[in-house]
């Protein structure tokens, strides 16, 4: 079966610091793979997909960036943290393809930019 | 205008009655509808997923969706104290992209 996994569950970073979040899945190969970020009372937002290797695709102008160095690996980062950026990250991945639209969560990234 | 509006809440029931919840879209190109619950400070986990038009029952959870309406339902049935979480909707057209609602908070007192 497949999991996902990422670290830490939970971050306290201060402003102008650098991040790094990372994100793995077993069980699968080639999926696709998704960063969002999640605000209290505001749903998901979505900042970065990937359907392979080296393919990042973004969808929110933002001090953050993403890597994917491996088939299942999935790196979300940041130069110097802003107040803003703190919040509840979370990665997910799709069947290869994604025909059903279907993705699944891991436990998820808590970060206090102070 | 959102393209997905769902209630907040916060919704507090007695256990054993049915929490019904909905979300309302404005894209009609979606197709793809899937209910997520989220316990406090985890991850999303995908609850129940229905493709197009239609009913759809697992165990104590049915998932409606009626297009022509641009709503979508979640009724639980028997709820228990365990059902006290978080409901995201989720819905996406023919694409990569999933969008959500902002999510129900439902209590289940014991």
């Known amino acids: 079966s497949q999991t996902i996994h990422q670290w830490p569950a939970t971050l306290v970073q201060p402003v102008g610091s650098p991040l790094s979040l990372e994100c793995t899945v077993e069980g699968t190969s080639n999926p696709n793979l998704y960063w969002y970020r999640q605000a209290a009372g505001r749903g998901l937002q979505l900042l970065f997909y990937?359907?392979?290797?080296?393919?990042i695709s973004s969808e929110v102008p933002q001090n953050l960036s993403a890597s994917r160095p491996q088939d299942r690996q999935f790196i979300l980062s940041s130069k110097k943290l802003l107040l803003s950026d703190s919040g509840f990250y979370l990665c997910a991945w799709e069947a290869p393809g994604g025909a059903k639209n279907i993705q699944y969560f891991g436990a998820g990234t808590r970060l206090s930019v102070l | 205008q959102k393209e997905v509006e769902q209630d907040p809440g916060p919704l507090s029931v007695p256990e054993g009655a049915i929490v019904s919840l909905n979300c309302t879209y404005s894209n009609s190109a979606f197709q793809y509808f899937m209910w997520y619950r989220q316990y406090s400070r985890k991850g999303p986990e995908l609850l129940m997923y229905?493709?197009?038009?239609g009913n759809k029952e697992d165990g104590r959870f049915t998932a409606q969706v009626d297009k022509s309406s641009k709503y979508i339902s979640l009724f639980i049935r028997d709820s228990q104290p365990s059902d006290s979480a978080t409901y995201l909707c989720a819905m996406s057209a023919s694409d990569y992209k999933l969008s959500f609602g902002a999510g129900t908070t439902v209590t289940v007192r014991a």
């Open positions: 229905t493709y197009s038009s």
């Open positions: 990937s359907v392979g290797i080296g393919q």
